[in-house]
């Protein structure tokens, strides 16, 4: 599956987000009048400027002359795609701080992940190797504040965010390195500590 990576603005995903439920619900494109129109614009102008910048980074193709003339392009909700934020990055080995909005999307197949994932973060550091998780690497993430144990999951310790396999036992909170090189993390009681999500996958890094 070629995964294809694209930056867009706050705007320009609210825009691409309208065409698609345009689509879905529709059958066919909006005009460029309609689209100004849901997002309360008197001028098509800025939608066209808009609409431009996703025809130029893949998401869709504009056809000259014709009143609908947008047409989507690449993986679609209907087809198994969706538009993963990436919200920041995600230490495998000390945790290295809070993950932040970083106004970065990427557009991927559904199909490669057993769940349903909310966001991506990009791995630092080499702890999770021994699972295929290696530093660069793009970690698909299903949002969640509970785990079973052995799941790998993103949490938060303090400020700080971390991947890794989770362990329970009767006495113990585990975050468990796969890599023999990294030691456990326990997480003690008097450490503000959280689930932040449960790994669904990953997208190698290039």
Request: net charge positive; glycine share 12%; proline share 6%.
């Amino acid at each position: 599956v070629k995964i294809c990576t694209m930056s867009l603005t706050d705007r320009q995903q609210a825009v691409l987000n309208h065409l698609r439920q345009h689509v879905a619900k529709h059958g066919r494109p909006p005009t460029l009048w309609e689209v100004a129109e849901a997002f309360g614009l008197a001028s098509p102008t800025g939608v066209a400027k808009h609409l431009q910048a996703l025809a130029e980074k893949g998401f869709i193709a504009l056809e000259p002359g014709r009143a609908r003339g947008i047409r989507l392009l690449g993986p679609n909700p209907q087809a198994g795609g969706m538009v993963l934020p990436i919200l920041g990055r995600v230490a495998a080995g000390a945790p290295i701080g809070a993950a932040g909005e970083l106004g970065e999307s990427l557009l991927v197949d559904a199909r490669l992940f057993k769940r349903s994932p909310d966001y991506l973060l990009r791995v630092r550091g080499h702890s999770m190797r021994d699972d295929g998780i290696f530093d660069g690497d793009l970690v698909a993430v299903q949002r969640a504040d509970t785990a079973d144990s052995g799941a790998t999951v993103v949490a938060r310790l303090g400020e700080e965010i971390t991947i890794k396999r989770l362990k329970r036992t009767a006495r113990k909170l585990l975050l468990l390195p796969r890599n023999p090189d990294f030691a456990p993390i326990e997480v003690h009681g008097d450490v503000d500590f959280a689930i932040e999500g449960i790994y669904c996958g990953l997208i190698r890094g290039e």
